[in-house]
């Protein structure tokens, strides 16, 4: 295996596990295999029913591992399955991204790390109500909100697997957005060690965390029943 093809897999197995983490706080049952992660009960908002592993996981078996009706969603890892045939349409596309540990230590923005008090203002800032207090209690996770005297600039997520940091959940509302990401890389190191950063963006959002030194690894793509 490939130093690419490694990183990819902890990238998509990191992501995995935070979406795993995620329904499991939201009190759904979750399952995790050699091929795939799944639910078989309707994920949060924006989170998957199901995350293929590895490449080449059998349609059937993907369609077998969630509730295959109207809203259910797949993160297709690697790009490679035809949900088309069995009435599924493509929601986006996306590249898997990797950056190695930052160097710096003094981030442009000024962040902290959200707590169960703090949360709901995070969850407003974001757009949204599918992180539950629950994910806090992680030692691997950390939620992260920069602020300024009028209020939020920008949001994000960060946890830890296998030696590596996902980076996901990032909402830019007013601040540069490469910053933003720059930013991140060295935050991540403050909180969680010097670990090589994973996640992923799609079209125009790809554009910033590129500039802040990231690169992508693989495509991706999410379908949507």
Known sequence: MSDDDRILAAAVANNAAWCGLVC???GLPTDLGPDLWSTPRRSPDAYPDAVTLRPGVPVDAVLAAVDDSAGASVKDSFADLDLAPHGWSV????????RPAASGTAPGLLWRTVDRDTLPLWLAAHGSDSIRPGVLDDPDVRLLLATDT???LAVAA??????VVGVSN???LRAEPELVWSDLAMV?????GAHRLVGYESGPDLLPPVAAGFEPVGPLRVWVR
């Open 150 to 152: 009028d209020g939020p």
């Open 188 to 192: 991540a190191r403050r909180e969680l």
């Open 170 to 172: 990032v909402a830019v």
């Open 91 to 98: 929601l986006f596309e996306a590249q898997w991204l990797t």
């Open 158 to 163: 960060l946890n830890r697997s296998d030696a």
């Open 24 to 26: 499991r706080c939201a």
